[in-house]
């Protein structure tokens, strides 16, 4: 790996090299004139040209877009927004999910799970009364946030913020614009059943929290981990609400401990899990099927540029070796032929990997909604040509002093074992279920709903379960996809970029 690396990056370097007149002989990447002002636009037409997947499909990206120096200079300048030119410009139409951030030190934080924050998750529904208006219900509340320490909790449902009526119009700028500080109006969530359909709309109380964002607040992924006893037959349960690196251990931990409670079954909620990190998901995968390092876990397909550069050995994870955490430490694996997974519309990205890369090898039991459709994984680039614009920390001070934007663009797809890879329209639960706003239950308890259901599966007696009707009104989305970081799967697999 660190040799094709190696030499692959010295041939990125040798691609990007500079012309020395004004015609653009040999690579296509121009230069701006001398003395324009065009550090990010021109970091940012480099570094997608190089990199982005739809490279070859973006007609302003192509590599004989400019046949020279002055023309290419003429085109940045023509396009003086960075932000208008990413987005209107550089990012291909199919592309739902590369984002950028004017402050790479912000993305690199965001994406170990470091964020400003009130702690408050939530959805948010229509009223099934007036579909103009908008209300909120709690998820569940992050430890060590401000809203840990208010009376605020799961279930609980709101539909104003500073004393204005959530409406399809103002609900994103309310919730989430800049104020560092809200006060969220309460509500009681009553329901009605019409037909077949269950009606859910929210009832105003005169109850108000008020809520203020916490700076530099890490999220610990692993929310609730526990054994429980299913007439005789010990389930675990983990809840896991976003993949970092920097919690791998904790999670070994949680699968150790469901090791030694003799843990036969798993049920895997990332029913709020957005995603996050690939080797993350490598080795959740290998804690739930195995450490067979001979099974292919998953292969990463680039632009054809990139992609004729890397070896199978480059393209190719392979479940997690026994010994092969972060740290080194053996992987706790319960070794399961099966496993059930809780899974909705808000999970994403490296949540689907996970099932998808399973799938070839265990049989995975999806219930709840269809997923995001989030098959696309991407890195961050910083303006270091020398580094290939990869963002490594060794490299900070290499990086270009005038240019503090970070990009975090879709670069390449990932299929399992089976080639399979296209759910872009999300996948499809075996047992559809529906969170009820105005029956959340408790998180981890045997009686809250969708954990219920996966429990009805593993004893056998859903036969005898309640008819669980469809809401007639669907969400509008909820804080874990209307954040920086939504539905963002990155690449963490080591590159050595050190250059002689």
């Known amino acids: ?86 987005t209107n410009k550089l990012v291909h139409g199919e592309d739902r999910f590369s984002f950028f951030n004017e402050d790479y030190t912000e993305l690199v934080r965001n994406l170990g799970g470091v964020s400003k924050s009130h702690g408050v998750e939530f959805k948010l529904w229509l009223d099934s009364n007036n579909t103009n208006n908008v209300y909120g219900v709690v998820l569940y509340v992050l430890p060590g946030s401000d809203g840990a320490t208010k009376d605020i909790q799961r279930g609980d449902g709101f539909t104003r913020v500073n004393g204005v009526q959530l409406t399809t119009a103002n609900y994103i700028n309310l919730l989430f614009g800049d104020n560092d500080t809200y006060t969220l109006g309460m509500a009681d969530i009553e329901s009605e059943i019409d037909g077949d359909f269950i009606n859910f709309y929210p009832v105003d109380t005169d109850r108000e929290v008020s809520l203020t964002k916490t700076a530099n607040l890490v999220e610990d992924p692993i929310f609730v981990a526990k054994t429980l006893d299913v007439g005789g037959t010990k389930v675990a349960y983990l809840m896991y609400n976003r993949f970092l690196g920097s919690f791998d251990e904790q999670l070994n931990q949680a699968f150790g401990d469901f090791k030694a409670d003799g843990a036969t079954e798993l049920i895997l909620d990332m029913r709020y899990n957005p995603g996050g990190s690939v080797n993350s998901s490598r080795l959740l995968a290998s804690m739930v099927y195995g450490t067979n390092t001979s099974d292919l876990y998953i292969r990463q397909r680039w632009n054809a540029k990139i992609q004729a550069q890397l070896s199978a050995s480059d393209l190719e994870d392979y479940f997690a070796d026994k010994t092969k955490t972060s740290n080194g430490t053996a992987i706790n694996s319960l070794n399961l032929n099966r496993v059930f997974v809780l899974a909705t519309e808000d999970s994403a990205s490296a949540s689907e990997l996970v099932m998808n890369g399973l799938e070839p090898y265990v049989d995975v039991i999806h219930i709840g909604e269809t997923t995001r459709g989030k098959n696309e994984f991407s890195i961050t680039l910083v303006d270091d040509i020398e580094g290939a614009f990869i963002y490594s920390e060794a490299r900070e001070n290499k990086i270009n002093p005038d240019n503090h934007w970070g990009l975090q663009p879709l670069v390449g797809r990932n299929e399992n074992a089976d080639g399979f890879y296209d759910y872009t329209s999300g996948l499809v639960p075996d047992i559809p279920y529906a969170e009820y706003p105005s029956e959340m239950g408790v998180l981890g308890e045997v009686d809250e709903p969708l954990l219920a259901r996966a429990l009805q599966e593993i004893s056998g007696v859903s036969a005898k379960m309640a008819l669980h009707l469809q809401p007639t009104v669907e969400t509008v989305g909820s804080s874990r996809l209307h954040t920086p970081l939504a539905d963002n799967m990155y690449l963490d697999k080591p590159l050595d970029i050190q250059m002689d």
């Open 1 to 86: 790996m660190k040799k094709h690396i190696f030499l692959f990056l010295g041939a990125i370097l040798a691609f990007l090299g500079c012309s020395d007149d004004d015609s653009i002989k040999n690579g296509p990447t121009p230069q701006p004139n001398p003395g324009s002002e065009l550090d990010v636009q021109h970091f940012m037409w480099q570094s997608m040209n190089l990199w982005y997947f739809w490279q070859a499909e973006v007609n302003d990206l192509a590599d004989d877009r400019f046949s020279t120096d002055a023309q290419y200079t003429d085109y940045l300048e023509a396009n003086p927004d960075p932000e208008a030119f990413y």
